[in-house]
């Protein structure tokens, strides 16, 4: 597993083999396959009505998405849903009611919601791939973190490290910034959010608060350096 999508996240289909589809995703041009059992099609208007609506994302850890004469599905943070009145929306084939918490996706980006969004996952377990608090990876705990606070993000570390601001030192970087780690080939494989005080939230092994410096991060229980610092850039101005 590459990736995850989440309810309400639109692709395109390059080409099907044997009940799979190859995708490419419409929120962070990520390509990946996907079993076609998990997925509603739509036609190419469909498609295109989807893409220019008002979007909302959830906000509940977990809440139910009513189907209409099928039952409930669970949702969690970051879905995205196309009405925010709690009244019926379609895609494809099929009608779905919401009366959970969602916020537009157009709000205004600012630091605080990310690192409030960001101590929303405290503690989930990593996940290679995953995107929800039930397993999450580094890059898929910034790239929903930031979806939440209003912030578009690629999907992997080395994409996301060319977004945003260079800052030059760890003194000059301010909460909400993001850093990046290298290994010993120099290839930048872990990212994380910077918080108040000399820390750090990322995702190593579950959703953490470590310390970070011109080094690196200090893993607070192993008592060593864990990742080596690489890069700061500054997402939210």
């Known amino acids: 597993m590459v990736s995850q999508l989440l309810f309400g996240e ?10 799979w589809a190859n995708i490419v995703t419409d929120h962070d041009n990520y390509e990946g396959w996907i079993d076609e059992k998990q997925f509603i099609p739509l036609n190419s208007d469909e498609h295109s009505h989807i893409l220019s609506t008002t979007k909302y994302y959830s906000t509940d850890l977990v809440h139910a998405l009513n189907q209409r004469n099928r039952g409930t599905l669970n949702i969690v943070p970051g879905s995205i849903l196309y009405n925010s009145q709690a009244t019926e929306f379609t ?12 916020i537009n996706a157009k709000i205004q980006p600012s630091c605080e919601k990310l690192i409030k969004n960001a101590f929303y996952f405290l503690n989930s377990p990593y996940l290679w791939g995953g995107r929800t608090p039930f397993g999450i990876d580094c890059s898929g705990f910034v790239q929903i973190a930031a979806r939440l606070s209003g912030i578009l993000l690629s999907r992997d570390t080395r994409e996301q490290s060319e977004e945003g601001e ?6 000059e970087a301010k909460p909400g910034d993001l850093a990046f780690f290298d290994n010993a080939d120099g290839q930048i494989i872990h990212v994380g959010i910077i918080l108040e005080n000399g820390q750090i939230i990322h995702a190593s092994g579950k959703v953490r608060i470590d310390t970070i410096d011109h080094q690196g991060i200090f893993n607070e229980e192993s008592k060593k350096y864990s990742h080596q610092l690489r890069v700061i850039k500054r997402i939210i101005q």
């Open 166 to 171: 260079m800052i030059n030192l760890i003194s």
């Open 10 to 19: 639109t692709f395109s289909i390059r080409s099907l083999s044997k009940g």
């Open 91 to 102: 895609l494809g084939n099929k009608t779905f009611s919401f009366d959970g918490a969602v």
